[in-house]
């Protein structure tokens, strides 16, 4: 057994199909399923059980699957040792993040970032957080900061920050900027929302449904610019991360309630292979978007509660 065995082993468990993991491991399926057949000739004991709709791990499987990610995890962590033995934070680091981050977290982390460590090569992408994790688990992203704790096989996501939602509107919606208001004493409003494929809009009809919030007309948006750029100009509202607009308070162009008894959580997670640690120029990077959100957080509870 070799590394690259190994790695083409766990792609086919996580995905739960050679066809998605031959994708992912960057090779043919009839090459991945010779070398998943040898790994079972070397060890003797069959490793997947297969059918028409995929494959499952045998007992045998599950506990490679769970060795091989040690191993590979030690590897990974070994050579970022060697190549960091120099002591300078150089590389590149690929890194996705839901929109309300890329508003608010991410730029002034990233100008701290690249001020400190200008030889660190970065590539950003933001997308919502279905996207992200799929990109994650792909290998193509380093780490990814979204809006749920995601449940995939080889991801692990740690608590980054815990946020809240607010109600967003318009100057002619005819609430006032920073009252508290409870959601089940709203009158029926016209609501911009994202998409349901997306985790933030399952936490809003949680929220929503919670409330008995009457809806009386929406409208569906996957773009948080379009978005906010729409309700500046109408008396449409939205539910958001507090992230997305706590620079709009000062100016006014948007009207940010609150929302109390029961505040409207939303959390932001890191997520990253559980096989691949993070660099000593990504695990700064982390620490730099902790400390934004939690500077944001801060601020809110000031506006917010007078804390």
Same mark, same amino acid.
């Given at each position: 057994m070799d590394i690259r065995q190994l790695e083409q082993f766990v792609a086919v468990?996580?995905?739960?199909?050679?066809?998605?993991?031959?994708?992912?491991?960057n090779?043919?399926?009839?090459?991945?399923?010779?070398?998943?057949?040898?790994?079972e000739d070397e060890f003797g004991v069959a490793l997947f059980t297969r059918s028409r709709r995929g494959v499952t791990p045998t007992v045998a499987g599950k506990r490679l699957y769970a060795r091989g990610?040690?191993?590979l995890n030690t590897v990974a962590d070994t050579r970022i040792a060697m190549r960091e033995l120099s002591g300078d934070v150089t590389g590149a680091i690929t890194?996705?993040?839901?929109?309300?981050?890329?508003?608010?977290?991410?730029?002034a982390a990233l100008s701290r970032f690249t001020e400190a460590h200008p030889n660190v090569e970065l590539t950003l992408d933001e997308?919502?957080?279905?996207?992200?994790?799929?990109?994650?688990?792909?290998?193509?992203?380093?780490?990814?900061?979204?809006t749920s704790a995601v449940s995939h096989e080889g991801i692990e996501a740690t608590l980054l920050a815990?946020?809240?939602?607010?109600?967003?509107?318009?100057?002619?919606?005819?609430?006032?900027?920073?009252?508290?208001?409870? #959601?089940?004493?709203? !009158?029926?409003? *016209?609501?911009?929302?994202?998409?349901?494929?997306?985790? $933030? +809009? &399952?936490?809003i009809d949680t929220h929503v449904a919670r409330a008995e919030l009457v809806i009386e007309s929406r409208i569906?948006?996957?773009?948080?610019?379009?978005?906010?750029?729409?309700?500046r100009h109408s008396g449409w509202s939205t539910l958001t991360a507090v992230a997305s607009v706590?620079?709009?308070?000062?100016?006014?162009? #948007?009207?940010?309630? !609150?929302?109390? *008894?029961?505040?409207?959580?939303?959390?932001?997670?890191? $997520? +990253? &292979?559980?096989r691949q640690p993070l660099t000593g120029a990504a695990d700064r990077f982390v620490n730099l978007l902790r400390e934004e959100l939690a500077g944001i957080n801060r601020r809110w509870r000031t506006l917010s509660r007078g804390t």
């Open positions: 468990y996580e995905e739960g199909s050679f066809s998605r993991a031959a994708h992912r491991a090779c043919t399926q009839p090459a991945l399923s010779v070398q998943i057949r040898h790994l990610l040690a191993i890194i996705g993040t839901v929109p309300s981050i890329s508003r608010s977290a991410l730029p997308a919502y957080g279905g996207t992200l994790t799929q990109r994650v688990a792909a290998g193509e992203l380093d780490f990814a900061v979204v815990e946020h809240e939602m607010a109600l967003v509107s318009g100057p002619g919606s005819g609430f006032s900027p920073l009252e508290l208001i409870r #959601l089940k004493d709203l !009158p029926p409003l *016209r609501m911009v929302l994202p998409t349901p494929r997306h985790a $933030i +809009r &399952q936490l569906e948006s996957d773009g948080l610019n379009t978005t906010l750029e729409y309700i706590i620079d709009a308070v000062d100016s006014g162009t #948007l009207i940010i309630n !609150p929302i109390v *008894r029961p505040r409207a959580e939303l959390d932001y997670y890191l $997520i +990253r &292979q559980v």
